[in-house]
């Protein structure tokens, strides 16, 4: 389900259930200590996170908005946008870099006509910059999906990482 900054939408069963869960772990009046998960929630049903989205978090918390905002806003894993059926981050931080990075990064413009943090334009991939992903030993390195890492990678090896997606 997508939304638009001027609908109002609300939480899934799911995503609620999920919220009520994760709230048992803290105090009732620390509610807002759930923002995370339940961005992640919502995230992981709708593939994004949209303002209608936060605004529903926020009454669910009973929080004020500005405070869902300011943790989207803050963390990178959060997409704010509609981004492609699957994500990967190339790493291209100083050791991925000497060890190759800069092959996979010519790869995806080659042969993908996009650049990082961009979409390709059948909406499949959404190939990303990211920072070091602290597995330096096994540069070059890429995660897919915000899940699985991939290290050692060369433009063959995302090739095939991309297939295995397509199943
Ligand atoms: S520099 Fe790429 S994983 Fe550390």
Avoid at 48 to 62: D, F, T
Avoid at 85 to 91: D, E, R, T, Y
Avoid at 108 to 135: A, R
Wanted: proline residues 4%.
């Amino acid at each position: 389900m997508s939304a638009t900054c001027e609908e109002t939408v609300k939480l899934s069963d799911n995503v609620r259930k999920e919220i009520d869960d994760w709230l048992t772990r803290f105090p009732p009046e620390q509610k807002r200590s759930a923002t995370l998960y339940a961005l992640r929630m919502v995230q992981e049903e709708n593939g994004w996170v949209s303002k209608p989205h936060m605004n529903a978090i926020a009454e669910y918390l009973e929080i004020a908005p500005v405070a869902v905002y300011e943790v989207a806003t803050f963390y990178t894993m959060y997409d704010l946008e509609p981004k492609g059926k699957h994500k990967i981050g190339v790493c291209t931080n100083v050791s991925c870099q000497l060890c190759g990075s800069d092959k996979i990064v010519e790869h995806i413009k080659n042969k993908y006509q996009v650049g990082l943090n961009e979409v390709t334009k059948d909406g499949k991939y959404f190939f990303q910059e990211v920072e070091c992903l602290g597995s330096c030993c096994g540069a070059p390195v890429v995660i897919v999906d915000d899940k699985h890492y991939k290290e050692k990678l060369t433009p063959e090896g995302l090739e095939k990482v991309l297939q295995e997606l397509e199943g």
